[in-house]
């Protein structure tokens, strides 16, 4: 089955520090290609189509590239939506509402982990993140975010580190009042119904929000 691509990429990337001074954060290159461009071939070779990213930060550096990969953009002029307000925002672009997202910032080792998801979806499902335990998450600051049970549902707290993948059915948006909102707050409900599932990524993963973690992505491809 063949499913749209949310690539998010509006946000200000202030972790970053000076790196973002003069391009955004999914321009930095991690291992001589920019995270961006990692993120365009993890959804090609997963078959998604059409792969719709958002803008708003230095809007005009990355604009070329998307053009150049055929990437759809979805700009958000005013105001950065945060996740769940920009997935929303995109819904036309992406053209339905079973759609895997995808965070550039995500380094991965591994099966793609967008295939991995898929394999793993059941369309009675709502929002199936990809999760590795702790202490496969390189970079990583700060605990866990989920446990799962045997029948792959999410609860909050545990060693699951959720890792910037998923799929999930935009409908679920349309409950949300405000403009603005983070899809953690779509999980966090979604959980206590007990509607929220996970399913480990058999790699290793890390976080490229901060500095410090694309020299840990790096020994991390170099198998180091």
Excluded at 22 to 43: F, H, Q, S, Y
Aim: charged share 20%.
């Amino acid at each position: 089955m063949t499913r749209p691509l949310m690539i998010f990429a509006a946000g200000f990337g202030t972790r970053m520090g000076k790196l973002i001074q003069d391009r955004p954060k999914p321009m930095i290159e991690v291992a001589g290609r920019t995270m961006i461009d990692r993120a365009v071939d993890l959804g090609e070779a997963a078959g998604a189509a059409p792969i719709v990213a958002n803008t708003h930060y230095l809007h005009h550096v990355i604009t070329p590239t998307l053009h150049a990969r055929g990437v759809t953009i979805s700009p958000e002029t005013e105001q950065i939506l945060d996740t769940g307000g920009g997935l929303r925002h995109a819904r036309l672009l992406l053209g339905q509402s079973e759609t895997f997202t995808l965070n550039p910032d995500s380094i991965f080792t591994g099966p793609n982990p967008l295939l991995t998801l898929a394999n793993a979806w059941r369309p009675e499902m709502t929002a199936l993140l990809l999760c590795v335990p702790l202490s496969r998450a390189k970079g990583r600051k700060g605990g866990g975010d989920f446990s799962v049970d045997a029948g792959g549902r999410l609860t909050r707290k545990g060693d699951l580190v959720y890792i910037g993948a998923q799929i999930i059915n935009a409908d679920i948006l349309t409950e949300e009042a405000d403009e603005v909102f983070s899809l953690a707050k779509v999980w966090f409900r979604l959980a206590e119904q007990g509607k929220l599932h996970g399913v480990i990524h058999p790699g290793t993963w890390a976080d490229v929000g901060h500095p410090d973690g694309i020299a840990l992505a790096e020994k991390m491809l170099s198998g180091v």
